[in-house]
């Protein structure tokens, strides 16, 4: 299929109104849009005049189930639901309205997250989904995704793999042949030369060994918490940084600079399957799900990032 699938995520969200909102903003030729969705949730969330305009792909979903700000059974159902539909369509890209965890994992869909279920649907022949966050130039992957920090778990291989993985989407999707990464240090001040942590020894630096003799341009682990002050300056600035993305080592040493310096702008894009998929960088947002007051900027971005 030639057309951008849409996913207006877990129907107590704010999924659906943001989605709506940015086509309405983006005002895209009805014939590159595809919805996986609901005409009740649609409709109950003011998408009367989306309806008209782009093909729906119905999951089917009862009006008195839509109970705005609540985790519901339900709901999760309805998430997954959505998904599967999508990976099953074959859509030239996939973009994603927020879905909550703890819904799925009532619904008995026990994943960390959207990013692992589509791995579960579109991956073969051992591919790895992966994170990476997206806010115009500055560019931040993850190298471990949602897990407790003290689960984390991270070998010299899983490091080489997933730059490697990096390498191949830069040039393929970014159009850039020989890109320049920056590799966080695990532990504070990287390790200190073994004295507050020894992941920097025993498999950063090996990993970044290897990697160089594959001819790829990667730092040495650095100290995190300066790591990100010249990104965020450039971001600002409008300037070009001295490297095409940062690695992060665990999800917020990477997310929190990105999130704080391009705020919704910042676009998660999983990388490493066939199809490309984005989604804005923030959650349901339960709290204001309902109000017609959600900011429709991240669903903006992530539609942009796949035309």
């Given at each position: 299929m030639d057309k951008i699938a849409i996913t207006t995520g877990?129907?107590?969200?704010?999924?659906?109104e943001i989605t709506i909102k940015a086509l309405e903003a983006l005002n895209l030729e009805s014939e590159?849009?595809?919805?996986?969705?609901?005409?009740?949730?649609?409709?109950?969330?003011?998408?009367t005049e989306i309806l008209k305009k782009y093909e729906v792909i119905e999951i089917p979903y009862l009006k008195s189930d839509i109970c705005s700000g609540k985790?519901?059974?339900?709901?999760?159902?309805?998430?997954?639901?959505?998904?599967?539909?999508?990976?099953?369509?074959?859509p030239k890209a996939i973009v994603t309205a927020p879905v909550a965890?703890?819904?799925l994992h009532l619904a008995g869909h026990i994943y960390n997250g959207q990013t692992e279920i589509l791995q579960h649907f579109l991956?073969?022949?051992?591919?790895l989904a992966e994170m990476l966050f997206v806010a115009g130039n500055f560019k931040v992957l993850l190298l471990t995704r949602h897990c407790a920090l003290k689960d984390i778990t991270l070998t010299?291989?899983?490091?080489?793999?997933?730059?490697?993985?990096?390498?191949?989407?830069?040039?393929?999707?970014?159009?850039?042949?020989?890109p320049r990464f920056a590799l966080c240090g695990f532990n504070p001040h990287s390790g200190e030369d073994g004295i507050l942590g020894d992941e920097e020894i025993e498999i950063l630096s090996p990993a970044v060994k290897k990697l160089r003799q594959l001819n790829i341009d990667i730092t040495n682990p650095l100290p995190a918490d300066t790591l990100f002050v010249k990104a965020a300056k450039c971001f600002y600035n409008g300037e070009k940084d001295d490297?095409?993305?940062?690695i992060a080592n665990y999800h917020d040493q990477?997310?929190?600079?990105?999130k704080t310096v391009a705020g919704d702008k910042t676009v998660n894009m999983t990388i490493g399957l066939d199809i490309v998929r984005t989604s804005p960088g923030h959650g349901t947002a339960f709290d204001i799900a309902g109000k017609n007051i959600a900011d429709s900027t991240g669903m903006i971005e992530a539609i942009k990032a796949v035309l």
């Open positions: 877990d129907p107590n969200g704010i999924g659906a590159k849009i595809v919805l996986i969705s609901n005409r009740e949730v649609l409709n109950f969330y003011g998408g985790v519901t059974k339900e709901a999760g159902e309805f998430s997954f639901q959505s998904l599967k539909k999508v990976c099953s369509i074959s965890k703890n819904a991956a073969h022949d051992n591919q010299k291989d899983i490091v080489i793999t997933k730059v490697k993985n990096l390498v191949t989407t830069f040039q393929s999707n970014f159009g850039i042949q020989n490297f095409d993305c940062y990477g997310l929190i600079p990105i």
